[in-house]
């Protein structure tokens, strides 16, 4: 069955360091988002992408990355991680047709200390 | 540029009795909407959306929603709520111009048993 799988499941790591976030889907979609989660905000959009090697600035982009190579995969990097990244984040992909919704994946919780 | 409203932070509903989700968006021209929810340490998982057609759409675990264009809403309906239905709903609206998809800040839903 197709699906979107994120890793890691769970992170820690220290505040000036990068880090990298994977997610990968077997849909085929062309586009793919990723999100952070954070109490009293809901689901804020960092950064998207509609297909191999297009990448595109969301709500909260700063301090975030993403790259395109594949369909597959679009990994979310974290140039110097900040404790304000402290964050649940969720990658999610969909057709590119009008009207379809987003499946996304099980989320990757990252504290940085 | 788009928003979604949901006015309530959290619902409690006794076990049988019908429950409401409150949700109303802003976007330029005519919208997509979607209706996600969020059970504990997962991923949001799409309940249902509202393309064209039909003002009352129907979606997985006996949710349905209506669309009201006059008042802007897509309130979130279940005649007779389950003790399960308790997770975090997401109402989102998508512009029809583009493929990004804005999410309301979450309705946490807890039905009393």
Sequence with gaps: DAEITQSPRHKITETGRQVTLACHQTWNHNNMFWYRQDLGHGLRLIHYSYGVQDTNKGEVSDGYSVSRSNTEDLPLTLESAASSQTSVYFCASSESTSGSGQFFGPGTRLTVL | ?113
Excluded: M
Aim: glycine share 8%.
């Design chain 2, 1 to 113: 540029a788009q928003s979604v409203a949901q006015p309530e932070d959290q619902v409690n509903v006794a076990e049988g009795n019908p429950l409401t989700v409150k949700c109303t968006y802003s976007v330029s021209g005519n919208p997509y909407l979607f209706w996600y929810v969020q059970y504990p340490n997962r991923g949001l998982q799409f309940l249902l959306k509202y393309i064209t057609g039909d003002n009352l759409v129907k979606g997985s675990y006996g949710f349905e929603a209506e669309f009201n264009k006059s008042q802007t809403s897509f309130h979130l309906k279940k005649p007779s709520a389950l003790v399960s239905d308790s997770a975090l709903y997401f109402c989102a609206v998508r512009d029809r111009r583009d493929d990004k998809i804005i999410f309301g800040k979450g309705t946490r839903l807890h039905i009393l048993p």
